[in-house]
């Protein structure tokens, strides 16, 4: 089997530096050696500095959205090489970067599997804000409010009129982990009868029983293909300090892994997310042990096993 790994060295979702060296530090630990080992052949998409320097030079707020231009811009690259990836019938891997980035991975995903396609979004948050519900304008609380079809194209000068609207159906997406998620966005979630277990439903039925219902909503048979789309902030922050916007009380060291080992399990998963890792938050010890967390999610996710 080969990976397709792109890497998005990308900040401009959110107002901290430093996400944009995530892809970077766990190349640095050795990700890429490390799917080698388990058997895979990797393609890296190529251009990853890429991103540092697409910046326009004028990106004023569209509303109070950040970044708007350098967001869409950024996403839509990694739309085109996460497409490729799906389209080579490699297993997409995307190493953020924040995590605005997912609205280019799930385009470049579903282009190719279409509406089957199930999205499984491990996170503390909903990041289903549309521009008229964010309060903060970070475009990385926003993707998945564009991918459903919540915001439609306003202007012809919509920055995101290349990302189809609806492009993922509300019935085959669902959420794990959830324990941060703005009034607004409860809303949305109830409105559309969108599938979520927060960290509630985790400590009520245990991680096993939750990931099993969470792909019966969207996979009943374990037949569709699965995009995971997994937010480091998911986990606790005493496993996953280095990262941009922690929330007590997530994902043990245990539970995160424990999805991305049942996910894999399924043999469903086509494209896999790992966002969110920032090297620049913290001591040198919070660092290298997100890193290495966030290494071991994606090595579990495509197939380590323990015995
Ligand atoms: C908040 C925080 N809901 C927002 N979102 C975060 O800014 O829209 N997403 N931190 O990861
Ligand atoms: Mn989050
Ligand atoms: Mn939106
Ligand atoms: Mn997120």
């Not at 579903?110 to 396609?117: E, K, M, N, Q, S």
């Not at 503390?124 to 519900?133: G, L, V």
Request: aromatic residues 4%.
């Amino acid at each position: 089997a080969t990976a397709g790994v792109t890497c998005v060295p990308f900040s401009g979702g959110q107002p901290k530096g430093g996400v944009d060296d995530g892809p970077v530090e766990m190349v640095r630990f050795g990700i890429l050696d490390q799917l080698q080992g388990m058997g895979y052949a990797v393609e890296l998409s190529a251009g990853m500095d890429k991103y540092k320097t697409m910046k326009p030079a004028q990106d004023p707020p569209i509303g109070v959205l950040k970044n708007p231009r350098y967001v869409a811009m950024a996403a839509r690259r990694v739309s085109e090489q996460v497409r490729e990836h799906c389209e080579a019938g490699r297993m997409a891997v995307t190493l953020g970067g924040d995590h605005s980035i997912a609205m280019g991975t799930l385009v470049g995903s579903t282009a190719v599997y279409g509406d089957d396609l199930c999205v499984v979004w491990v996170d503390a948050h909903a990041d289903i804000n549309t521009p008229s519900t964010t309060t903060s304008g970070n475009l990385h609380g926003c993707p998945l409010a564009y991918i459903l079809g919540l915001c439609q194209a306003s202007t012809p000068s919509d920055p995101f009129a290349w990302v189809p609207r609806g492009c993922v159906r509300k019935d085959r997406l669902v959420y794990i982990g959830l324990r941060d998620v703005d009034p607004a966005e409860k809303l949305i979630l109830r409105q559309h009868g969108i599938k979520a277990f927060s960290m509630h439903d985790v400590d009520k039925h245990g991680i096993g029983r939750v990931v099993e219902m969470a792909l019966d909503h969207v996979n009943r048979d374990r037949s569709l293909p699965v995009h995971m789309s997994f937010d480091v902030d998911a986990l606790d922050p005493s496993v996953a300090p280095a990262t941009g916007t922690p929330v007590r009380g997530g994902l043990t060291f245990r539970e995160g892994h424990y999805i991305c080992e049942a996910v894999a399990e399924t043999g469903c998963l086509v494209a896999l997310d790992l966002v969110e890792v920032n090297p620049a938050l913290g001591d040198p010890e919070s660092l290298r042990q997100t890193v290495a967390v966030g290494c071991s999610l994606v090595r579990c996710s495509l197939g380590e096993r323990l015995l």
